[in-house]
């Protein structure tokens, strides 16, 4: 009786043992798919808070270079308005001097013979011509402008989380006395294309 009492123990013993060597092994293996599960946690929580740094500088280069060309535009528009009215006062200016120089020839041929000396003065009408067609030019390339397309701003707006998380990921993973978190303190946002 004794001796089947004593291999039962041994076989209850074993049988234990193995439990406890199966569970300590379990742990062990927890403990190192925790310890990995932590570090990349930790890698991509750098990544995700690199990225949302990023798209924050992004959008903000975004927005100055907005700004620059929005006030290149508009000192554009100052100056072309400026040119096309230089361009009419030189043109009106160009034909005052061509009006001046029809009525010095005309006052000079009407002279001839009564003054004492005789100037000779001709109009150089290809000079005139040549300013005629530089304005034109310069009228066409004017007039020819091509209005420049809209710009559309680069915005960042908040994702809508309700959407984006599935109703099987509610509870949270834990390592430790610590809750291993879906990255809630980093704001998601979306870039998009406004006008």
Do not use: W
Not at 131 to 160: C, F, T, W, Y
């Amino acid at each position: 009786m004794q001796g089947l009492i004593n291999t039962a123990d041994r076989t209850f013993f074993n049988r234990v043992n193995k439990i406890c060597q199966f569970l300590q092994e379990s742990e062990n293996n927890a403990e190192h798919a925790n310890n990995v599960t932590s570090e990349a946690y930790a890698v991509i929580r750098k990544n995700v808070v690199q990225n949302y740094v990023t798209g924050i500088k992004y959008v903000e280069k975004a927005e100055e270079l907005y700004k620059n060309i929005t006030a290149l535009k508009q000192q554009t528009a100052a100056l072309a308005k400026k040119m096309s009215t230089l361009r009419s006062i030189i043109q009106q200016k160009v034909n005052e001097i061509h009006q001046m120089e029809v009525d010095i020839d005309i006052k000079i041929r009407a002279c001839k013979g009564s003054c004492a000396k005789l100037f000779v003065y001709s109009i150089e009408r290809e000079s005139y011509l040549i300013l005629d067609k530089h304005l034109s030019q310069l009228d066409s390339i004017s007039k020819g402008r091509v209005k420049p397309a809209e710009l559309r701003v680069v915005k960042m707006r908040p994702i809508n989380e309700a959407t984006l998380v599935s109703k099987d990921y509610t509870s949270l993973p834990r390592e430790g006395n610590v809750a291993l978190n879906h990255f809630e303190d980093v704001e998601q946002y979306q870039l998009a294309l406004e006008n």
